[in-house]
């Protein structure tokens, strides 16, 4: 009887860590949407309570962290549990993180609203912020039913996401060098959509974390980027100029 209770006890401690999981996922989430909505909008009382959301995550951050601490200290699991876990550990950092970047976007949304702004570089973000909130779904419902197969597939599309965030690097480039006057809104704008590209990079390193969990292998091989803003920044740079233009 006290062997069936300590299992039933420690079959609770980790269903809470995995539900406290699934709710720092839909708390990311909602704060990504709200902080792109609020830079569309330029909706500053939105991108406030964003900011104010970020401590809850991090609260949350924790808790998980110290739970599964001392559950590994209590239970000292093996196999697939110690990797559940691990796992749960390294997932909660990825959306602590994904949460500071949003709060990241919301603190820009007054920079940018008093600035004019190239409306269809906004959509351009707004359309990155959407490929990145569907990996970011897909990859928490991968982890809700622990299939690694559709956690691969999250990985494998983050270089769309590359993709489009180095088409609208460029174009914010375009403009800052067609105007000085663009500059402090692009420059904005451009901080803005590396955020969401960065949100793309911790759905994939939570996609690498259920591959883990559930086959005990660490993915071996290079993960697809498509970010060429280095090089496109130093090309873009030493363009010549257009005819009667001054010269780079």
């Known amino acids: ?35 792109v909505a609020a830079l569309m909008r330029s909706d500053w009382a939105m991108a406030q309570s964003v900011v104010a959301d970020d401590l809850l995550l991090d609260a949350a951050q924790r808790e998980i962290d110290e739970r ?13 549990d110690l990797r ?19 709060k990241n976007i919301a603190k820009r949304v007054i920079a940018v609203h ?35 197969r559709r956690a691969l597939a999250v990985r494998e599309g983050d270089d769309g996401i590359d993709a489009m965030y180095t088409s609208i690097f460029r174009e914010l ?24 590209e960065r949100i793309g990079d911790h759905a994939t390193n939570i996609a690498e974390t259920i591959y883990y969990i559930k086959t005990g292998q660490q993915m071996e091989s290079e993960r697809p980027k498509d970010d060429r803003t280095s090089s496109l920044a130093q090309t873009d740079m030493t363009m010549p100029s257009a005819p009667g233009g001054t010269g780079a």
Do not use: W
């Open 1 to 35: 009887m006290a062997t069936e209770h300590i299992v039933t006890s420690y079959e609770d401690e980790l269903k809470y860590i995995v539900r406290r999981i699934s709710e720092m996922g839909g708390q990311a989430e909602r704060m990504v949407e709200q902080a």
């Open 68 to 80: 599964a601490i001392k559950t590994i200290a209590r239970r000292q699991p093996m196999a697939i």
């Open 84 to 102: 559940e876990i691990v796992g749960a550990i390294r997932i909660s950092n990825d959306l602590e993180r994904i949460g500071d970047l949003a």
């Open 173 to 196: 480039l375009t403009y800052m060098m067609e105007d000085p006057r663009n500059i402090t809104a692009c420059t904005h704008l451009l901080f803005s959509a590396k955020n969401i």
């Open 114 to 148: 008093e600035h004019s702004q190239p409306m269809q570089l906004v959509r351009g973000i707004e359309h990155l912020s959407d490929l990145a909130l569907e990996q970011l779904k897909e990859v928490l419902d991968a982890y809700a039913t622990r299939d690694h």
